[in-house]
Nanobody, 125 residues
Framework: QVQLVESGGGLVQAGGSLRLSCAAS????????LGWFRQAPGKKREFVAA????????YYADSVKGRFTISRDNAKNTVYLQMNSLKPEDTAVYYC??????????????????WGQGTQVTVSS
């Protein structure tokens, strides 16, 4: 009954932009912190960005800082990831996830309770 559905992925040239969306159903995101993670073939899932339950603070991996922006719209029950200046090394499956505030750290996958199925982002050189 809880479902997170990512959308907006696709194929883009290096230097281009994509806007990912994650729509939640079966839960209301107002009480959750939210995160984006990504996983490339043969690699572990890694932290990309997170936003607090209030939307007052955001956190980014060093590799995407200055290029990616996480935001949330509680009225639409949706979290977004705006990705600019994309690089081939950004190619991965991108996942959104929810976390109870105060439960673990935004950096770690184990701190999140609900996950989407992911959306593929491919950046060509």
């Amino acid at each position: 009954q809880v479902q997170l559905v990512e959308s907006g992925g696709g194929l883009v040239q290096a230097g281009g932009s994509l806007r990912l969306s994650c729509a939640a159903s079966g839960l209301t995101i107002t009480s959750y912190a939210l995160g984006w993670f990504r996983q490339a073939p043969g690699k572990k899932r890694e932290f990309v960005a997170a936003i607090t339950w209030s939307g007052g603070s955001t956190y980014y991996a060093d590799s995407v800082k200055g290029r990616f922006t996480i935001s949330r719209d509680n009225a639409k029950n949706t979290v977004y990831l705006q990705m600019n200046s994309l690089k081939p090394e950004d190619t991965a499956v991108y996942y959104c996830a929810t976390r109870h505030p105060g439960s673990g750290s935004h950096f770690y996958t184990g701190s999140y309770n609900y996950w989407g199925q992911g959306t593929q982002v491919t950046v060509s050189s």
